[in-house]
């Protein structure tokens, strides 16, 4: 009996000793995969489960936007960010998804809402995220206007945020952040009802979190962040203004609709412009898409804008038709008693690709022997185009001057995207 006791004994350690082995190496093996397969990773020497939770937690919030934050544990909430649904053509499927919504404890309508998407691979990834910034840029919702957007570098792989308004009692200012870390797409969306958290503010306190999912090639990690006003990005259909681009007059009512564009033009116009608007002479391409405002009883019949692009062969012949129908505009009062044109204001400003925009804005009325009519109107070009804008307003609904110089510039920015 003895021998077989010594000669069990180092067996046994041997038996021991690869098990633990095994376990150390499939615990490795969980936190590797925790790390690299999950929407978010861990530090580099986590001392807690929650380190290897990628979404944002009240810590990592701390008082962002004035709010006392309340601690959430939920990795499974059934929220979306707005304007970026579930589904879009061509998605990738994610490996995993995880999501959380964090409320305030000061302000029922404030709320930081969080969904992190990890892909197959960094291609993959890449995708989606495009594909994100599309839906941002479009934003389907049809009563959120989007008020800005700003470029964030030195946060993750790439990042860019989008600033939206759902004008409401009281207004919903959303700040939507957009995020790729390798292979996993962070989509946070921080909504108050003050004004719109700077970009900055949202992307450092995102920072934390992205910081436990990056590193080598798990994606780059946040380092030095900073922010730039951009255009929103590229919408679809692409080249044209989106319901989006347009804000709502009443609070609480109203949704933008708009047609596909078209080639075939149809746009009288405001009658001072002088020219055929539907046959313009020179051009190599022409569209035109027009938005309309539903289900506000407030509107005018027809309540809308129609956008109407005419593109050249070079800068100059779009600087040449711009400026004709701009001496025009500022003439009619001469040519039709009936007629006033009172001028808004200017507007000039940055596209995407090294392109600007610039143009003139106008708010006519044209009197007839029972009512008056009003247009505004606008007159841009970028690049090789020439972009021109007509409302239908009345004397109680109408957008402000602000607002139309707005509409005008976004118009350009994406008549550039095209």
């Known amino acids: 009996?003895?021998?077989?006791?010594?000669?069990?004994?180092?067996?046994?350690?041997?038996?021991?000793?690869?098990?633990?082995?095994?376990?150390?190496?499939?615990?490795?093996?969980?936190?590797?995969?925790?790390?690299?397969?999950?929407?978010?990773?861990?530090?580099?020497?986590?001392?807690?489960?929650?380190?290897?939770?990628?979404?944002?937690?009240?810590?990592?919030?701390?008082?962002?936007?004035?709010?006392?934050?309340?601690?959430?544990?939920?990795?499974?909430?059934?929220?979306?960010?707005?304007?970026?649904?579930?589904?879009?053509?061509?998605?990738?499927?994610?490996?995993?998804?995880?999501?959380?919504?964090?409320?305030s404890a000061t302000n029922p309508a404030a709320s930081v809402v969080q969904v992190v998407d990890t892909y197959a691979d960094v291609a993959a990834a890449t995708t989606a995220y495009d594909l994100r910034l599309t839906q941002a840029g479009t934003c389907k919702d049809g009563t959120a206007w989007i008020s800005g957007a700003n470029d964030v570098s030195g946060l993750a792989d790439s990042a860019m945020a989008v600033r939206l308004v759902a004008h409401e009692t009281p207004d919903q200012f959303h700040t939507l952040l957009l995020s790729r870390t390798g292979r996993s797409v962070s989509l946070v969306d921080i909504t108050t009802t003050d004004a719109a958290v700077p970009a900055d503010d949202l992307a450092r306190a995102t920072a934390t979190a992205l910081s436990r999912q990056c590193g080598a090639e798990l994606g780059t990690c946040p380092s030095s962040i900073t922010t730039a006003n951009v255009p929103p990005p590229a919408g679809e259909p692409k080249g044209w203004l989106v319901e989006a681009d347009l804000p709502r007059i009443t609070a609480g009512a109203g949704r933008w609709g708009a047609t596909d564009p078209s080639t075939t033009l149809v746009i009288p116009g405001s009658q001072c412009e002088a020219m055929n608007l539907e046959a313009v002479t020179g051009t190599v391409a022409q569209g035109q898409r027009t938005l309309l405002l539903a289900d506000d009883t407030a509107a005018p019949n027809g309540f809308g804008v129609d956008m109407v692009t005419y593109a050249f062969s070079s800068p100059d012949a779009a600087t040449k038709l711009a400026a004709k129908l701009t001496k025009n505009i500022n003439g009619c009062a001469d040519r039709a008693p009936t007629a006033t044109v009172k001028d808004g204001p200017s507007v000039k400003g940055n596209a995407d690709a090294d392109s600007s925009v610039a143009g003139s804005t106008f708010l006519i009325s044209q009197k007839t022997e029972t009512t008056t009519v009003?247009?505004?109107?606008?007159v841009l070009t970028v690049d090789d185009e020439v972009v021109y804008l007509l409302g239908n307003p009345s004397?109680?609904?109408?957008?402000?001057?602000?607002?139309?110089?707005?509409?005008?510039?976004?118009?350009?920015q994406r008549a550039a995207q095209g």
């Not at 701390?62 to 939920?74: D, H, I, N």
């Not at 109680?396 to 118009?411: E, N, V, Y």
């Open 1 to 103: 009996a003895a021998p077989r006791d010594r000669s069990g004994r180092p067996a046994l350690i041997i038996i021991a000793s690869v098990a633990v082995v095994a376990l150390v190496v499939a615990a490795a093996v969980w936190l590797l995969t925790l790390r690299s397969g999950a929407s978010s990773g861990t530090t580099a020497n986590p001392s807690t489960a929650s380190a290897l939770d990628p979404l944002l937690t009240t810590a990592d919030l701390g008082t962002l936007a004035g709010q006392a934050w309340t601690e959430s544990t939920g990795t499974t909430d059934s929220v979306r960010p707005t304007c970026l649904p579930t589904n879009a053509a061509g998605l990738p499927n994610a490996l995993r998804t995880a999501s959380r919504k964090t409320t």
């Open 395 to 412: 004397s109680s609904f109408d957008f402000t001057d602000s607002q139309w110089k707005a509409i005008a510039l976004r118009a350009g």
């Open 374 to 378: 009003l247009y505004r109107v606008a």
